[in-house]
């Protein structure tokens, strides 16, 4: 009769184990004390690689905005002193971008062609706006 209440235990214990683990990274994305960080941590335990926009939103919430970046892009080497932009192949980003203070949590797409196209989760960032410091560094 223990043996059986302390195995009762210890499959409950273990059950309430994986739901408060999910309750917990759920918290760390909803809550406005996280850090940007806490946040990233929290998309990679909560979202599955491969999930659908609408997948992830149905997790995040609706209130991300859903981005296209795409164009030439350049590589930049020093050359006699001097930033000398390199041609490099074009790139294409679908990003799902929830605001976070400052900055924004990126969630990377992967276009998946068909009719219509797909777009699967791949991965989170953080981006941070670009700051200049007096002298003239980025940040």
């Given at each position: 009769?223990?043996?059986?209440?302390?195995?009762?235990?210890?499959?409950?214990?273990?059950?309430?184990?994986?739901?408060?683990?999910r309750e917990a990274y759920l918290r760390k994305w909803y809550s406005p004390n996280s850090t940007a960080e806490d946040?990233?941590?929290?998309?990679?335990k909560l979202v599955p690689i491969g999930a659908t926009k609408p997948e992830v939103e149905?997790?995040?919430?609706?209130?991300?905005s859903w981005s296209h970046w795409h164009g030439p892009s350049r590589e930049f080497q020093v050359e006699?002193?001097?930033l000398v932009p390199k041609p490099t192949e074009d790139y294409e980003e679908w990003t799902l971008?929830?605001?976070?203070?400052?900055?924004t949590v990126a969630l990377f797409f992967q276009k998946?062609?068909?009719?219509?196209?797909?777009?699967?989760?791949?991965?989170?960032?953080?981006?941070r706006p670009l700051e200049i410091s007096?002298?003239?560094?980025?940040?």
């Open positions: 009769m223990i043996m059986q209440l302390g195995s009762s235990i210890i499959v409950v214990a273990c059950i309430a184990c994986g739901c408060s683990s946040r990233v941590v929290a998309v990679s149905q997790i995040l919430g609706l209130h991300g006699n002193k001097a971008e929830y605001p976070i203070s400052g900055g998946v062609e068909g009719r219509p196209p797909a777009y699967r989760f791949v991965r989170a960032a953080i981006r007096p002298n003239g560094r980025l940040h």
